[in-house]
C-alpha cells in the first residue's frame, strides 16, 4: 500500500511542475500559485483589452459559448452515446472560453479595489 501511495505522489508531481507539498509546505507553494495565477490573469486582461483582442475575444465567444452545446440538428441524428461525447466536447470548449471571460473579470475587479460593477450602485 505504501508503494501505491509513493507512485501517487510521483504522478500528482509530474503533472503539478514538480509542485506537490510536502508537509508544511502548503502555504508557499498556494502563494506561489496564487502568484502565478495573478501575474497571468494581468497577461490575459492585457493581450485581450486592445482593439484587436476584444475582436479576438468575441469571436471566440461567437464560436463557442453563445453556440448552443447540441443544436436541434444534432440531438436528432445523433445516438445519445455521441450526442454525449459532443457535449462533453462542446463544453470542454467552452470552458476556455469561460476561463478567460471570468479571469478578466476577477483581474479587472482587483483593479478597482474589489469592487464589483454591480456594486456602484449602493
Not at 48 to 56: A, D, L, T
Request: aromatic fraction near 8%.
Amino acid at each position: 500500500m505504501m508503494e501505491d501511495i509513493g507512485d501517487l505522489q510521483e504522478l500528482i508531481s509530474s503533472v503539478s511542475e514538480g509542485d506537490f507539498a510536502t508537509p508544511g509546505e502548503e502555504e508557499t507553494l498556494l502563494q506561489k500559485a496564487f502568484n502565478r495565477d495573478a501575474n497571468m490573469a494581468g497577461k490575459i486582461a492585457q493581450l485581450f483589452v486592445s482593439p484587436e483582442g476584444k475582436e479576438v475575444l468575441e469571436w471566440l465567444c461567437a464560436h463557442t459559448v453563445r453556440r448552443p452545446v447540441l443544436d436541434f440538428e444534432a440531438r436528432s441524428t445523433l445516438s445519445p452515446e455521441k450526442a454525449m461525447a459532443l457535449t462533453y466536447y462542446r463544453e470542454g470548449e467552452n470552458e476556455v472560453v469561460w476561463r478567460i471571460l471570468l479571469t478578466i473579470r476577477d483581474f479587472e475587479t482587483a483593479m478597482r479595489g474589489g469592487q464589483d460593477a454591480d456594486d456602484d450602485d449602493d
